[in-house]
């Protein structure tokens, strides 16, 4: 019988649909959690924006340092506890910001479609499997964003790629990776996962 622990929501479901890796953590402790994470994120999209269209454009090296503006400015938000009126879009907008250089960089280096999409698919799953889970009041555990990269190491990854003229084997590579992880970890979680509303574990309190 698969028995897997199911660990509350901590603080708020926005921090839980983050999934910051921990690089985007450790940014975010260094400013103890006094940064809210709305303005960060927004500038990281758009700073990771106008790199990114630089690079399609031709200059290639500006495109690399997209992964390292996003975790400097979007990653100080992330210890924040999320609670204001707007923080609900910080989620979406690392969704775009990752999801757009992973497709850029994949079209810049003429990776076939079906591979960029194959990891695209993998990291929307993991991304909706986290939505899904903290409407049922449970959350993937701990060690999970730190296994799965986290957006942060997802796009490093993608830039040394590209760095090392390596694009298309590692997409393939961390597509088979995350596939494997996400798959096995959401299917182990829903198979022990309570079957009736009352066994459910409620969130943990607001502090």
């Known amino acids: 019988m698969i028995s897997v622990h199911m660990t509350p929501v901590p603080r708020s479901v926005v921090v839980a649909q983050r ?63 999320h609670d204001g009126r707007l923080d609900w879009l910080a989620p979406p907008i690392l969704r775009l910001t990752e999801y757009g250089f992973v497709a850029s960089a994949g079209f810049a280096r003429s990776v076939p479609p079906v591979i960029t999409f194959a990891l695209l698919g993998a990291m929307a799953f993991h991304h909706y499997d986290i939505v899904y889970r903290v409407r049922q009041h449970v959350y993937p555990p701990p060690w999970l964003a730190t296994a799965g990269l986290g957006w942060d190491g997802r796009m490093l990854v993608v830039a040394l790629a590209g760095l090392l003229d390596m694009v298309a084997p590692a997409f393939v590579l961390l597509a088979l990776y995350l596939w494997g992880l996400f798959g096995w970890e959401s299917l182990t979680c829903w198979l022990a996962a309570p079957r009736t509303p009352d066994q459910a574990v409620e969130p943990a309190p607001q502090d």
């Open 19 to 81: 999934d910051d890796g921990p690089l985007s953590r450790a940014m975010g402790l260094l400013v103890a959690g006094q940064l809210p994470p709305l303005p960060p994120a927004l500038a990281g999209a758009f700073v990771t924006a106008v790199l990114l269209v630089l690079g399609i454009a031709g200059a290639d090296d500006f495109a690399v340092f997209a992964p390292a503006v996003a975790l400097l400015l979007a990653g100080a938000g992330s210890a924040h506890r």
